[in-house]
């Protein structure tokens, strides 16, 4: 039997509408102890915090090591039983929700479980050292600026 000859249309292109104005409404489970982590007003705002989770810590958990340890499995969060997790409504931008869940899918785990994780570093504080992070590694600034030209 001979080699075959696989021969590629490079001129095809995947493409779709994205609709960026739209928005899903989604259910999401968060443990109890998580629940617990904010106060009665910051529990009726996480329903309004994905984009701003996302926006925080979409590169850091670009670059992080992935949460699911085996590449053919989904990682669900453990439950610790129906009486102990909190069911939420939420209203999504669609933007929102696709990188949230191209996220969970890099990182091998459901979309829940990455969004109780982005739940639980935003209460140890971790976006916070990520903000003053980026912000002290850029000049706001380029007064006095001198150039010196090697000739």
């Given amino acids: 039997m001979g080699m075959g000859i696989l021969l590629l249309n490079s001129d095809h292109e995947i493409s779709s ?3 960026k104005n739209r ?9 109890e102890d998580t629940w ?4 009665e007003k910051d529990v009726r705002l ?8 996302l926006k925080v810590y979409a590169k850091y958990l670009s670059s992080s ?6 590449a053919d499995r989904t990682l669900y969060q ?11 409504s939420v209203r999504v931008p669609s933007a929102s929700w696709t990188l949230l869940g191209t996220l969970a899918q890099a990182h091998g785990v459901s979309k829940c479980y990455l969004f109780n994780y982005l739940l639980k570093l935003e209460a140890l504080g971790v976006g ?12 706001t600034r380029f007064t006095g600026l001198t150039v010196i030209s090697w000739t």
């Fill in 17 to 19: 509408t994205f609709q």
């Fill in 23 to 31: 928005s899903e409404t989604v259910t999401l489970l968060i443990p």
């Fill in 36 to 39: 617990l982590l904010f106060s």
């Fill in 46 to 53: 996480l329903t309004k915090r994905i984009p701003t989770l």
């Fill in 65 to 70: 090591k992935r949460l699911g340890k085996k």
């Fill in 78 to 88: 453990p439950s610790p039983g129906k009486l102990k997790m909190k069911r939420i």
């Fill in 128 to 139: 916070n050292s990520i903000l003053n992070t980026v912000r002290a590694g850029v000049p």
